[in-house]
């Protein structure tokens, strides 16, 4: 089996691990006690069902693209995890480590945001389980995201801006790391992606698998049995690609992640530490991390999660890039022949499929992509890119 757990170090062969301060190990070891005992407990799995069923608005259905498959020439089938409650997948492990954290006797939730969705994501699971939330973000991206900061307040949440070194997401990560080792008692720091130490990544796909697991009936229900010939995700930290190739990992589905071109941490990365675990990053000669760039604030990431790393390393899935100006005729022609404004995450996703198609995706083959987010919140920006 492919996606199974990481070893007891939290390896996933190279990559992972702990890389974290002293301080920190008891927190990560309580966590993963926690979690082990819940995702052994049916009891624990049937209020996680119920919620994603009655609040989240699970399951998403997987829907055929005809007329998108008519222009590309190949048959294209969308994963609409866009249709879940806050409009992206960020949702299903929110829920997960917000029940966690009652699971756990604490009443305090915190998390670091950097474009701001995974902080209303956790703010929205937070008001709904009566947790106290903190929301650490970058000064800088603090005025970026106005619009999440009075979302994330509106929803109850405190948002600290972090007013030290580049004043954005690493910042902001440090606080929450920081946060954490003072208040571990009481309180649990949510990961909003396949990112951080042991158990985090693990954990936090296991938490999105119900996108794979889903998607794996739904489609072999549409293809009479079959499984889709290539299964295509937009790859920042790597959650919604990690919890969609964890459902066809052991078919014969070929597992493609898009990055944007300026942040394909896999390709152009190197290995370092990045948000306590070892992976592929963007750096410079001197290990220094440096910026990633996109048209996508929620793919400017100059990490991935570790298990992409392997994946890639032992060669089950591809990792591609694209350029910011495909991803915006993406958003366009979804919008257009399907009548879905695309989050421009998945547009990636959906720009590689366009450029492939015909080429290394061969004429007929069944494309499977995962819609991982609506494009609601992208709307303006790209209005001002369009008609400047
Ligand atoms: C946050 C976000 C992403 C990037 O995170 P991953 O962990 O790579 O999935 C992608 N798409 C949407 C819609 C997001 O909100």
């Known amino acids: 089996m492919t996606m199974i757990e990481p070893d007891e170090t939290g390896r996933f062969g190279d990559y992972g691990g702990r890389f974290i301060p002293e301080s920190l190990i008891p927190a990560c070891r309580q966590l993963e006690d926690a979690f082990r005992a819940a995702w052994a407990d049916p009891g624990f799995h049937a209020e996680l069902d119920a919620m994603l069923r009655d609040y989240a608005g699970r399951p998403s259905p997987t829907t055929e693209a005809k007329n998108l498959s008519e222009r590309l020439g190949v048959r294209v089938l969308l994963k609409r995890d866009e249709l879940n409650h806050t409009g992206s997948h960020k949702i299903n492990n929110v829920i997960g480590q917000?029940?966690?954290?009652?699971?756990?006797?604490?009443?305090?939730?915190?998390?670091?945001?950097?474009?701001?969705?995974?902080?209303?994501?956790?703010?929205?699971?937070?008001?709904?389980?009566?947790?106290?939330?903190?929301?650490?973000?970058?000064?800088?991206?603090?005025?970026?995201?106005?619009?999440?900061?009075?979302?994330?307040?509106?929803?109850?949440?405190?948002?600290?801006?972090?007013?030290?070194?580049?004043?954005?997401?690493?910042?902001?990560?440090?606080?929450?790391?920081?946060?954490?080792?003072?208040?571990?008692?009481?309180?649990?720091?949510?990961?909003?992606?396949?990112?951080?130490?042991?158990?985090?990544?693990?954990?936090?796909?296991?938490?999105?698998?119900?996108?794979?697991?889903?998607?794996?009936?739904?489609?072999?229900?549409?293809?009479?049995?079959?499984?889709?010939?290539?299964?295509?995700?937009?790859?920042?930290?790597?959650?919604?690609?990690?919890?969609?190739?964890?459902?066809f990992a052991d078919t014969a589905s070929e597992l493609v992640g898009v990055q944007p071109e300026g942040g394909a941490a896999i390709g152009r990365g190197l290995p370092g530490v990045v948000h306590g675990s070892k992976s592929l990053l963007l750096q410079d000669e001197e290990g220094q991390v440096t910026e990633a760039h996109s048209v996508s604030a929620g793919l400017d990431y100059p990490g991935v999660g570790p298990e992409h790393a392997h994946l890639d390393a032992i060669g089950r899935a591809r990792y591609e890039t694209v350029a910011d100006a495909e991803v915006l005729d993406a958003f366009q022609l979804l919008s257009r022949t399907e009548g879905i404004i695309p989050a421009l995450e998945p547009a990636h996703a959906l720009a590689w499929v366009m450029r492939e198609a015909g080429r290394s995706i061969p004429a007929g083959a069944t494309v499977l992509i995962n819609l991982c987010g609506r494009g609601d919140k992208d709307a303006a920006q790209v209005m001002g890119m369009l008609k400047p």
């Open 98 to 247: 917000a029940l966690l954290t009652r699971h756990m006797g604490k009443r305090r939730i915190i998390a670091e945001t950097g474009a701001g969705q995974h902080g209303v994501a956790t703010a929205t699971a937070a008001a709904f389980f009566g947790l106290d939330c903190v929301v650490y973000m970058g000064e800088v991206d603090t005025q970026r995201q106005a619009l999440n900061v009075f979302k994330m307040e509106l929803l109850g949440a405190e948002v600290r801006p972090v007013v030290s070194g580049s004043r954005t997401l690493k910042d902001a990560i440090n606080d929450a790391m920081r946060d954490w080792v003072a208040s571990v008692e009481d309180t649990h720091y949510c990961i909003g992606s396949v990112m951080g130490p042991h158990p985090y990544p693990w954990m936090v796909r296991e938490f999105q698998r119900v996108i794979g697991d889903e998607a794996l009936v739904q489609c072999r229900a549409i293809l009479d049995g079959a499984d889709p010939d290539v299964v295509v995700a937009c790859v920042g930290g790597g959650s919604n690609a990690a919890g969609i190739f964890a459902g």
